[in-house]
């Protein structure tokens, strides 16, 4: 009888299952059509002419016009802003994974004296506005002669990302056994050895998670960069995308093709890791 209660009970609850998975799916498909159709509508909008998108601005291209990339591209000098963007996100990464790691080693291996205190600090700064002491940020920055510079930016921008960084990376540490950092200081390793051949290997997710995240962060920062780069040949993307529509405002087709091209970097990186971006999240829950 019980057998036959639980198979009862089974088949009852089934279609409740199935309205809920229904639900979930509905949910996601509205989601997902809310995140990808302005997306949509850019891009399509950036093969047209202005003609096209005055008289059906969320419609199909009844022409496609490539020659949109190419003019803005060259009247928004993207190549040289492009790369100037790439500098600094791989520098602020490199930061990032260096000072960010090494930190994390510590706070999560060696467990200073006051290391909590230290997390809570970081925990506590990290969600003071930046704007409450960019002023005097920036007379400093002016006095150390890193102003118009891209390591000044990314110093700056490695500092801002750095509680995110230890935070997550000294979780990922905390969950990972150490008995392999024990056997191979037992072999004669030191603690560069055992950081780099046992620590690294086996936090790489974490690693790749906080460079992605601060990557897409650097890539997409304008503020800042607009306060701290007044010279031309050391913007970054955002900055020139900013200006490029000053001067280009009202042709839409190529300030939506500006705008494709800035966003297509980040969307493709962010497709090709994003699985590993969320082992990374989800394995490298806070521990305190």
Same mark, same amino acid.
């Given at each position: 009888?019980?057998?036959?209660?639980?198979?009862?009970?089974?088949?009852?609850?089934?279609?409740?299952?199935?309205?809920?998975?229904?639900?979930?799916?509905?949910?996601?498909?509205?989601?997902?059509?809310?995140?990808?159709?302005?997306?949509?509508?850019?891009?399509?909008?950036?093969?047209?002419?202005?003609?096209?998108?005055?008289?059906?601005?969320?419609?199909?291209?009844?022409?496609?016009?490539?020659?949109?990339?190419?003019?803005?591209?060259?009247?928004?000098?993207?190549?040289?802003?492009?790369?100037?963007?790439?500098?600094?996100?791989?520098?602020?990464?490199?930061?990032?994974?260096?000072?960010?790691?090494?930190?994390?080693?510590?706070?999560?291996?060696?467990?200073?004296?006051?290391?909590?205190?230290?997390?809570?600090?970081?925990?506590?700064?990290?969600?003071?506005?930046?704007?409450?002491?960019?002023?005097?940020?920036?007379?400093?920055?002016?006095?150390?002669?890193?102003?118009?510079?891209?390591?000044?930016?990314?110093?700056?921008?490695?500092?801002?990302?750095?509680?995110?960084?230890?935070?997550?990376?000294?979780?990922?540490?905390?969950?990972?056994?150490?008995?392999?950092?024990?056997?191979?200081?037992?072999?004669?390793?030191?603690?560069?050895?055992? &950081?780099?051949?046992? /620590? *690294?290997? #086996? =936090?790489?997710?974490?690693?790749?998670?906080? %460079? !992605?995240?601060? @990557?897409?962060?650097?890539?997409?920062?304008?503020?800042?960069?607009?306060?701290?780069?007044?010279?031309?040949?050391?913007?970054?993307?955002?900055?020139?995308?900013?200006?490029?529509?000053?001067?280009?405002?009202?042709?839409?087709?190529?300030?939506?093709?500006?705008?494709?091209?800035?966003? &297509?970097?980040?969307? /493709? *990186?962010? #497709? =090709?890791?994003?699985?590993?971006?969320?082992? %990374? !999240?989800?394995? @490298?829950?806070?521990?305190?």
């Amino acid at each position: 009888m019980s057998v036959l209660s639980r198979q009862l009970q089974r088949r009852s609850a089934t279609p409740e299952r199935h309205k809920f998975r229904a639900l979930n799916h509905v949910i996601l498909i509205f989601l997902t059509a809310f995140a990808i159709i302005p997306i949509a509508i850019l891009v399509m909008n950036s093969m047209k002419t202005q003609t096209q998108i005055g008289q059906n601005p969320i419609g199909l291209p009844t022409e496609l016009h490539f020659e949109n990339y190419g003019k803005a591209w060259d009247l928004g000098n993207m190549g040289m802003t492009a790369a100037n963007s790439a500098v600094m996100v791989i520098m602020t990464v490199f930061l990032e994974m260096v000072f960010g790691g090494l930190a994390a080693y510590s706070l999560a291996r060696k467990n200073p004296p006051g290391g909590a205190i230290v997390m809570l600090y970081m925990l506590v700064a990290s969600t003071v506005p930046v704007w409450l002491y960019v002023v005097p940020l920036f007379f400093l920055w002016r006095d150390l002669g890193l102003l118009n510079s891209r390591i000044g930016l990314a110093l700056i921008y490695a500092a801002l990302n750095a509680p995110f960084s230890i935070f997550l990376l000294r979780s990922y540490m905390i969950g990972m056994s150490s008995d392999f950092e024990d056997a191979a200081r037992v072999d004669g390793a030191n603690e560069l050895q055992v &950081i780099l051949k046992i /620590v *690294l290997p #086996l =936090a790489w997710p974490g690693f790749l998670t906080v %460079g !992605l995240v601060v @990557g897409l962060a650097v890539w997409g920062e304008f503020q800042l960069a607009l306060i701290f780069i007044q010279d031309p040949s050391a913007a970054p993307i955002t900055t020139s995308y900013f200006k490029f529509t000053q001067r280009f405002g009202r042709d839409w087709p190529l300030t939506s093709a500006g705008a494709v091209m800035m966003i &297509i970097p980040v969307l /493709v *990186l962010f #497709l =090709a890791l994003q699985r590993r971006f969320v082992e %990374g !999240l989800t394995q @490298g829950g806070v521990k305190m």
